[in-house]
Each structure stands twice: as structure tokens, then as C-alpha cells.
């Protein structure tokens, strides 16, 4: 079995142990990459002379007697919406292109500090606007189940890296649903966290109060890792929580006997794939055995969140991209005058969907139209709060597929937005609420006959600030489905590893 197989539990414990060497585990990440990579396009750039640095960093601690870090050498994929020092951050604009980071995340240092090492930047979609990782200026990531199918969005690269074994763990940012919705294209497990429990000091900013960074994983125990070095306040973002943070990967054995799981009808009517409502039963019957009761609740904004995701999202990204404007950095148009700059920049620098958005954004904070549209909207999602406050006054967590389809085609949805956007019903919820919530794969659904089968997601939704019996859940749930669904992903990275070279496709993105 090759080092990239191993995972990262056992991976980090053979580094501790000086079984292998955290360069030896970069190498052979590195070479699956090189193998897989031109298939899937996961990555924007590859920073192999850094990971090599990080490596050395590594085992010279190791060498030392010195503590190396809970992550201990092992490679982490970044979106490239992060800021990483010396590498470009793009978020797979234009506009960005060329722009190298000055500063480290809070994230990424932390990270760093617990003996990650950096291999690259991943593609997503345009300023993290996107459900498919097709509004990428940098070419489309193909899902490594189905390269004719989309990974999700808009932190595809990510989970695609992930998937398909170039990266034991990486980092996205979810706004709404965008490490959850992925991860269950992709058959990985994503977690949100709570808003506030890890700053967002050096994310470029979509929508300020739903982003938060989040890990993707092989497993559960991955993310409580990941969750683990990256959680905690941060003097630099005012949101972040002074809460201590809990030892995540400790608390995944607790018992979830006794625990009170509600099921949303709202959410279980907007489900539209046969199949994923086939296997999210079944999976309620698995969380059944394990001691949990399940019952049926209600969530009566559910209806109204996408129509509030998409009033308050455009709104905050009008404001936050306007400093996009050829002034201050990145790209600049050659023009006559100022105004002329303005729109040339913006207009050549942006695709299709993030103007689509600005101007949504800008038209629903304008003088005439702000109280009709932009303060409504505000005032359904402290209803949408309110909702999730007395559901969870009744249950310890609720439960969703997390995605109401599994993977489509690539272009089947990119010149209909509202059904791109429909991808996200089941998770926008969480975001406008602020609380945890968990992807860990949960079955298969066949869409085409002639098809492969597609992975679809649980979606474990929890109380703000519990992490902890989120994730217990979930790994108690992982490991009574470890025995069909690790095989079938073994199975599908061996398939992928002989499959043809795929062409990027590139989206006319003006």
C-alpha cells in the first residue's frame, strides 16, 4: 500500500513514530498527484519548493526531540481564497491574477504551526461564488467518481483533491453549503463550523457574516483533527468566540445513545433524487440501531431560506468586492479616465456570475429598494434563528441529506442559475442560522442507468459551539458504514488512476 493511501490518522502516527519521514509522505502525495492531477484539475497552482521546506521544517523537529505538531507533516490542499505568504491568491479571478499573499491566514499560520505542510492551491469558483467549480477563470474540476461531472461548488478543488488521494485533508470556505454540498459530490466528509469558531483573518471575503473555514477529510476523525488546530479566537477577526476549544478527536467515542435526532420536513420535501432519499433513509435506520432516536420536526422558514441567501449573500459581496477596483491592487485596465478604469477593470476582471451578483447585491441595498428587499430578508433570517433555537430546545441534532441530488454533468446547469443555485437548499439553512453542521457520506444513487453510481451526503446539523456531538455522531455513524464505502472509494481511485488525460474547459467567463 502506497504512503497516500494510508490515511491521515495512520500517516501522522508512522511520522511521530519516525517510520517515515514527512518527506517521504510529501513525495508520494506529490507523485499521486502528478498522476491524477491532469484528470481532475483540482489544483490552481502546485508549491512543491515550499512543501519541501515545510517537510524539512518537520523532521528536523522530529529529529530533535521536539514536538513537530498534532498534523505532524501531513500535506494540506488550500482553496485559493486563503492567504498563504509568497503564493498567489487568485480565488480563480482575473482580476487577482499575479496577486501574491503578504501574510499568512489565521488559519493557515495555525495550521503551519501544528506541522501542516502546503502543497498547493485549489480551484474553486469565482470569489467562492458557485455550486459546481465551473465559474473558475482557471478551468472546470471533473469529480473523480465521474470526470464528466462537476465536484461541487464552490470549494470543488478541495474535495476533489481529497477524493481523489492527492491530499489527506484541505481547507475550504462555506457561505452556503460550499465545503458540505462538495463534500457529499465528492464522497469525502466537509464540516462547517460554527460562525465565530475559526477566524476568517485572511479569507477574502464573500459574504461576512455567513463565511467560515472548514476542513474536508477522508474521515470524521479527520476533521475533528483539522478542526482542532485551526478552531479559536482571534484578535485580528472581532467575530471569533472566546470559548476554549474542546479536544475534538478525544470526544469522537462519546456515546450517542440517548440522543434526540429531528428530521425537517420542510428539508426532506425539496429532496429530488429518489435515490438520495432511498440512502438517507437507510441511513436513518443505520443512526436508528446506534441508540438514537429520530423523529420528525419542523423548520417552517425552510421555504424562504434560498430567497434570503440570495438577497443577503449578493449584498454583502456587492460591498465587499467593490474594493476590487483597479486602484489598490490587482488587476487594472488601461483607460482614458477614471471611470472608464472602473468599468474596464470590473468588467474584463469579473466572470458572469460574480457581476451577476454585485449587481443583485447593489440593486437590493439601493435607496429605493432597500427596506423591501435587503431589510426583509434580514428580519426572515432572525426568524430562520428562531426556528432553529426551538427545534434544538427538543433535539440534540437535525438531520438532511445534504445535497437534494447527487453530481450532475458538467454544463448541464451552467445557463439556468436558479438551478444551480437550487443545489444549495438543504445547506443555506445553516449558514443564515450560524451553526454546525457536518457532510459524512451516506450511500449511492445511480442518476443514469448506464452510469456510475454517485456518492450523496448526511448532513448532520448541530446546536452553535457542538462541534463535539456533531462529529461524534457522524463517526459513530462512519464506522457502522466503514465496510461498503471505504472499498468503493479504494475502488474508484484505482479506476481513476487509468483513465485518459481530460482537456480544462474554461468557461467564457466575460
Not at 104 to 113: G, I, N
Not at 339 to 367: C, H, K, N, P, W
Request: net charge negative.
Amino acid at each position: 500500500m502506497e504512503i497516500w493511501e494510508l490515511g491521515a490518522k495512520n500517516i501522522r502516527e508512522q511520522v511521530l513514530r519516525k517510520e517515515i519521514s514527512a518527506q517521504e509522505v510529501l513525495d508520494s502525495f506529490l507523485a499521486r498527484t502528478a498522476e491524477v492531477e491532469p484528470k481532475i484539475h483540482a489544483y490552481i497552482e502546485l508549491i512543491e519548493p515550499q512543501a519541501r521546506l515545510d517537510a524539512a521544517r518537520v523532521d528536523a523537529l522530529i529529529m530533535r526531540g521536539e514536538d513537530p505538531g498534532p498534523l505532524a507533516g501531513l500535506p494540506v490542499a488550500l482553496k485559493d481564497n486563503l492567504n498563504l505568504k509568497g503564493v498567489q491568491c487568485t480565488c480563480a479571478s482575473r482580476i487577482l491574477e499575479g496577486y501574491i499573499s503578504p501574510y499568512d491566514a489565521t488559519a493557515v499560520k495555525k495550521l503551519r504551526k501544528a506541522g501542516a505542510v502546503f502543497t498547493g492551491k485549489t480551484n474553486c469558483d469565482e470569489f467562492a461564488m458557485g455550486s459546481s467549480t465551473e465559474n473558475s477563470a482557471f478551468g472546470v474540476t471533473r469529480n473523480p467518481w465521474d470526470l464528466q461531472r462537476v465536484p461541487g461548488g464552490s470549494s470543488g478543488g478541495s474535495a476533489a483533491a481529497v477524493a481523489a488521494g492527492m491530499a489527506p485533508l484541505s481547507l475550504g470556505s462555506d457561505t452556503g453549503g460550499s465545503i458540505r454540498q462538495p463534500a457529499s459530490f465528492t464522497g469525502v466528509c466537509g464540516l462547517k463550523p460554527t460562525y465565530g469558531r475559526v477566524s476568517r483573518y485572511g479569507l477574502v471575503a464573500f459574504g461576512s457574516s455567513l463565511d467560515q473555514i472548514g476542513p474536508f477529510g477522508n474521515s470524521v476523525w479527520d476533521c475533528a483533527l483539522a478542526l482542532e488546530a485551526i478552531a479559536g479566537e482571534d484578535p485580528r477577526d472581532g467575530t471569533t468566540s472566546k470559548r476554549p476549544v474542546p479536544r475534538y478527536t478525544e470526544g469522537l467515542k462519546r456515546p450517542v445513545k440517548g440522543l434526540v435526532a429531528g428530521v425537517p420536513r420542510e428539508m426532506m420535501e425539496l429532496v429530488t433524487d429518489p435515490g438520495v432519499r432511498r440512502e438517507f433513509e437507510r441511513a436513518l435506520k443505520i443512526i436508528s440501531d446506534l441508540g438514537v432516536t429520530v423523529v420528525e420536526t419542523s423548520l417552517p422558514t425552510t421555504e424562504y431560506c434560498l430567497d434570503v441567501y440570495y438577497i443577503i449573500a449578493p449584498s454583502e459581496a456587492s460591498s465587499n468586492l467593490a474594493r476590487f477596483d483597479g486602484v489598490r491592487y490587482g488587476r487594472r485596465a488601461k483607460a482614458r479616465d477614471l471611470d472608464e478604469m472602473y468599468y474596464e477593470t470590473r468588467g474584463q476582471g469579473f466572470g458572469i456570475e460574480v457581476q451577476r451578483r454585485i449587481m443583485l447585491g447593489t440593486f437590493a441595498l439601493s435607496a429605493g429598494y432597500y427596506d423591501a428587499y435587503y431589510l426583509r430578508a434580514a428580519r426572515i433570517r432572525t426568524l430562520v434563528r428562531r426556528d432553529f433555537d426551538k427545534a434544538f430546545a427538543a433535539h440534540d441534532v437535525l438531520l438532511s441529506p445534504t445535497a437534494p441530488m447527487v453530481a450532475f454533468k458538467i454544463g448541464e446547469r451552467v445557463d439556468d442559475p436558479l438551478a444551480m443555485y437550487a443545489a444549495d437548499v438543504l445547506t443555506v439553512p445553516v449558514n443564515l442560522a450560524g451553526i454546525p453542521a457536518l457532510s459524512v457520506p451516506c450511500g449511492f444513487s445511480r442518476p443514469d442507468e448506464s452510469g456510475p453510481e454517485l456518492p450523496c451526503g448526511l448532513q448532520i446539523m448541530g446546536k452553535p459551539y457542538d462541534e463535539e456531538t456533531v462529529l461524534a455522531l457522524g463517526y459513530a455513524f462512519e464506522e457502522a458504514c466503514s465496510d461498503w464505502f471505504v472499498p468503493k472509494t479504494a475502488a474508484m481511485r484505482k479506476s481513476l488512476s487509468s483513465q485518459e488525460e481530460c482537456e480544462v474547459v474554461v468557461r467564457d467567463t466575460i
